[in-house]
């Protein structure tokens, strides 16, 4: 019994996260990903089959946002700097894209 639950584990492990994403990037056609226009300026890419979308920032404040684009001001004394994407398609499926940033 110990052999087939180590076994279990073993594809589990492995097998999951590559059908995860497999099955993730069939439903959305494309994912969605986060563009830099510019210094601490991001656009959101692969938008068209978005329905839901919401920024957030660690480190730093929103200047100005829009639907898919922000500029932020990143804190000099945050020990850790990113900008996250996160929502949901029209199927229902949700989608949460990090981008981190080294000064």
Not at 47 to 62: P, Q
């Amino acid at each position: 019994m110990d052999e087939y639950n180590n076994l279990s584990n073993y594809y589990y492990d492995s097998i999951l996260p590559i059908t995860t994403r497999f099955l993730y990037d069939e439903l959305v056609d494309g994912g969605v990903s986060i563009g830099s226009v510019g210094k601490k300026h991001y656009q959101a890419l692969n938008i068209s089959n978005v329905d839901e979308m919401y920024w957030n920032v660690e480190g730093g404040a929103i200047l100005y946002r829009k639907r898919d684009e922000v500029k932020v001001l990143y804190f000099a004394d945050s020990p850790k700097h990113s900008i996250t994407l996160c929502g949901k398609y029209k199927n229902g499926v949700e989608f949460n894209e990090t981008k981190e940033e080294r000064f």
